[in-house]
């Protein structure tokens, strides 16, 4: 995400990240999911590309192994 609309910290972007080899980018907020994925579209329209927003959020726990008997 080279391109920038100077408004990251008004809409509670806080950074971005590529995830793996790409094409995926995490991005990280302290607020109003819908504005930071809004400027997320807009940056892509801006330089010609599509997008698609996933929202996720971040697990409280880890993952977990349980091992179950044989029957």
């Known amino acids: 995400m080279g391109t920038s609309t100077g408004r990251e910290p008004d809409r509670g972007l806080l950074g971005s990240a590529l ?4 094409p995926s980018i ?6 109003g999911y ?6 997320v579209r807009q ?5 010609g590309r599509d997008s ?5 959020h ?4 880890g993952f977990e192994v349980n091992e179950e008997a044989d029957a």
């Open 19 to 22: 995830s793996g080899a790409g």
């Open 34 to 39: 819908e504005n930071v994925c809004d400027l």
């Open 26 to 31: 995490l991005v990280f907020f302290e607020r």
């Open 52 to 56: 698609e927003i996933l929202v996720t």
């Open 58 to 61: 971040i697990a409280e726990h």
């Open 43 to 47: 940056i892509f329209r801006l330089e």
